[in-house]
């Protein structure tokens, strides 16, 4: 395990648990975590995750300016809800992206576990998206990318990113707590549809 591998690890451990506090310092942390670590998956042959990681710089600055007109204009980072149609399209998006991105790592690209890889990666947008947009869900999916993640990166013996998403699991799942919290203590906002 290389020292590009713990520093991404250590700071991906701050960064998760930065957000389940809701603090804007998540994403500056998150932003040197995902460098790092999409140069390590990069090399492993795993192209949808170095790209999910070139993504999440991009998104995570777009998550940070969000977080921080919440701040200035509610005095804090509100946590919000997805509607019901909202969360289908969410859902219908994810399985499309993944099926489209499959197939072209699976085609394109000599990428090991193309559908697989994929799969995390759409939903690892969706996350990211829905984080920064404040909605709740974003935590379930994040749970369901940390399930599906570790055993893909047992299977490239990268054991250190392994443990890694076993720690995210757990923060997710505390994110989920702490934001059901937050939004159960703020008043009521309108749930869009």
């Not at 999440?56 to 300016?65: D, K, P, Q």
Request: glycine share 6%; aromatic share 12%; proline share 3%.
């Amino acid at each position: 395990m290389s020292l590009i591998e713990w520093v991404a690890t250590l700071l991906g451990i701050a960064c998760v648990a930065l957000a389940a506090r809701r603090s804007v310092w998540t994403f500056p942390t998150a932003i040197g975590s995902v460098t790092l670590l999409g140069a390590v998956v990069f090399a492993q042959r795993l192209y949808s995750d170095a790209l999910l990681q070139a993504f999440f710089v991009v998104a995570n600055l777009y998550g940070w300016a969000t977080w921080q007109r919440a701040r200035r204009s509610l005095g804090e980072v509100r946590v919000e809800r997805l509607g019901p149609s909202a969360r289908r399209g969410w859902a219908a998006a994810i399985v499309i992206a993944a099926l489209l991105w499959g197939a072209a790592m699976h085609w394109l690209t000599d990428a090991a576990y193309p559908w697989w890889d994929a799969g995390i990666a759409a939903a690892s947008v969706a996350a990211q998206l829905l984080m920064a947009r404040r909605k709740l869900e974003n935590w379930w999916l994040w749970i369901a990318v940390d399930i599906a993640s570790v055993p893909l990166y047992l299977a490239k013996q990268l054991y250190l990113f392994a443990a890694l998403y076993l720690v995210y699991l757990a923060l997710a799942v505390i994110g989920l707590v702490e934001w059901r919290r937050a939004r159960a203590a703020a008043p009521a906002l309108a749930v869009p549809a």
